[in-house]
């Protein structure tokens, strides 16, 4: 994510609020003979005041040549680097990282020069089962965007992947260890300042460090009909797992660019999936996200979570979209199909919308837990693509988006999304097959009452309303609004919530309830469904012992209802 704070070793590089690397930077040469003979010598004669220390993406399991001996020709001591590859330097003569960016731009052999940037996840901090329960709205997120009427015809399938290049993943927690095929580690190691070397133990280490990049996993593919904790969109698929951001500091370019190599290489990658970014815009980051789309790759990108203007502000890699066909950038809805605050917005760059306020996942200590922003509508559409392939494995990376945004709810301010896109899993899969609109069931809802007890929720992000209504009033009207899911009502008390005063509080589905305890004259309820639509994911009897986490308190939103 982009913001104001500046960890300790990551600098500010301008336009915008970039944050690149201190000492390094990002060279490509171009392509003519003078250039590529000066490229390939690179590890014993570098370009003034830099050293050699890695090659990045295709490149990256070729070991850089050590400098070679006094009198030695580089070409008799096998020291020349290949010259159509990405490198990055160190910088050795104390230039800043600006001063030696303009230096290497002014060098007629060399194609670009930039920093090293870094990105950031675009997680917004903050049920383990699909259905309602007490309590709790289940994944609200599925439904809304009718996964469930789709998984009628597709669940998935073991021939398509999908890479998440993010924090890693827990591989042995029980809703993911089905679908993870394998990944890699590409992310600093703190210690020595490098990367894992190609195939060293380290290199295949990408467990999580964040429980980011498992909660992402976990809604593009969690197991789907186990009896156990929570499904993705695509019960059944191959992921990939690219351990990008080495902790406290990001994702920087050069491990991003090695993981979409890598994508790009396994046989069955057809969508990768990035939950991050930042201001920068990269040379070379567009020469790789050209690679993936000469692959058929679809790259499904989180827009951001600045509530800025993605036309005026461009948040990167999702503003790539503008320029290559095969990138998708994603905003974040609530229950009632409206923008999250956080979302970044702006047609024509930021495409469709999927719900990413409060969405339960796996957690990386293996049990459960929900997470809000771009972050989390990205895999939705990320799994919905894998789950689209998986029912037509010949369709082409321009049929999958074709299906996407041409059979999507158009619900969304067209300004803000292009076209007014928020995703319809079970739409766009009968599109793309040439099938008839597929049968919407019609739920019918009843409240859940509670008499003298109290619900406590977590309401960041959700959409909620605090009035002055009568108990009677506060749940028939709750009742009849498409949004409300849960309500608490007093007839003469006041709530004093956090939020503000009131006897009536209305909130949405996205809402977390944190507690309950007995208070005379309280009446809290929630909206069930009176006829359920059994989803596939089979139902719990006896429910595993949850992971406990921190409980946030409630804050104040931007916009109210």
Known sequence: ????????????????????????????FKTTPVAAAAAAMQAVQPLPGLQLVRLVGEHHRVPVPPPAAPGVAAAASGRRVPPNAHMVFRITDNSTVASKVAQLRANPAVAYAEPVGIYRVSRVPTDSYFAERYLTSGMWHLRKVFADVAWDRQTGSKAIGVCVVDTGSTGDHVDLKGNIAGGWNRAYIPSIRSLPAYGSPEYFQWKDTSGHGTHTSGTIGAVGNNGLGVTGVAWNINLYICRAETPGEGLYFDAIYDCYSLCASTPGVKVVSASYGGASDSPSGRDYIKALQDKGILFVAAAGNEGQNANIVPYYPAAYSSSFDNVISVAATLPDDTLTSFSNYGSPIVQIAAPGSNIWSTSMSGGYETMSGTSMATPMVSGAAALLWSAKPTATYQEIKAALFNFADRVIDSSKVQNGRRLNVARALNGLLGLPAPTVPKYTTALKEDANLMYEFNIQFATYSLSWRSKADCKSGCLASPWCYYFVASDDQNLELDVGYG??????????????SYRYGILSGQKQSAVVIPPKPAQISTPRKQQRRPVRPPKLLRRFR
């Not at 104001?4 to 600098?11: F, M, Q």
């Open 1 to 28: 994510m982009s913001g104001t704070n500046v960890r300790r070793g990551v600098n500010r590089w301008q336009p915008g609020d970039a944050e690149y690397a201190p000492d390094r930077v990002l060279v490509k």
């Open 503 to 516: 006897t009536c509080l209305w909130c949405d589905a996205s809402c977390v309830v944190t507690t309950s």
